[in-house]
């Protein structure tokens, strides 16, 4: 059932080292194209990295930045990565055996919007095999890009580090649905 994937599925950051046959990928991919999109223009398009060169300098890529962000972040955000233990590192990034980049091809009608939704379909189709991810978003989208070559018309929207979990962490607590489902009106 859809929603005992939904409730097991969480953020992976750890991952084993054993790789997944990317027969599960390619099939956790068919599952994302067949998501609903504006026009159905399908305006996803997903890139596997899979060599350790590459997903390092991915890697390298996108610490610079966050190294950045992390000494400028203030307040509650700043607050809350520190509670929770983040850091500039996202050694994700190189550890996962694949990454997926996924983009959205800029002049599709409601691009961002539809290719969520393909996101969202990859993320449970990943649960169903047994596979874990964070949907990671760099603070230097741009510079990933162009170290992939990627054709300047698309955006991209997230890069999914993939394999079989080694994250202990609990799933964090989903609010009750009475507090985020209402009739008629939006009320606080």
Known sequence: MIL????????VRKFKREKPPIEKLFKCLAVAREAPSGMNAQPW????????????QIREICEVAEKSFHLS???????????????????FLEEAPYLILVFARKDAPFSKEST?????????????????TVTYTPPNPGDVVRAIEAPSNHRLEVILPVGYPADEREKYERKPLEEIVSFESLKE
């Open 4 to 11: 005992d994937l939904a409730k097991k599925r969480k953020t």
């Open 45 to 56: 398009r997903f890139v596997v990295v899979e060599s350790r060169e590459k997903r390092s």
């Open 73 to 91: 972040v203030r307040g509650e955000l700043g607050s809350w990565l520190k509670e929770k233990g983040f850091s500039w590192e996202k050694p």
């Open 116 to 132: 969520w939704l393909a996101i969202g379909y990859l993320l449970l189709a990943l649960e169903e095999e047994g596979l874990g």
